[in-house]
């Protein structure tokens, strides 16, 4: 199975659309703490069925929506 590219909006922290492409070969996740490196993750992992809330690092499934904050509304 190859993962080719992933579009998010509205999962966790990823409010605006925001499309991730994948090439061939090595692929690394690289950026400061609370870039949402492990939201990125989390959106794969749903993608291909996770369906534990545990796993997804949540509570209830609500809280994989954007939630709002600063000036963006839920």
């Known amino acids: ?9 509205g999962f966790k922290t990823f409010a605006s659309r925001t499309v991730f492409e994948f090439q061939p070969g090595i692929t690394a996740v690289v950026g400061p703490n609370g870039s949402g490196k492990s939201n990125l993750a989390d959106a794969v992992r749903w993608v291909l069925g996770e369906q534990s809330m545990a796993a997804l690092r949540c509570k209830q499934a609500s809280e994989l929506l954007f939630a709002g904050g600063g000036r963006r509304p839920p």
């Open 1 to 9: 199975m190859y993962l080719k590219r992933l579009e998010i909006q």
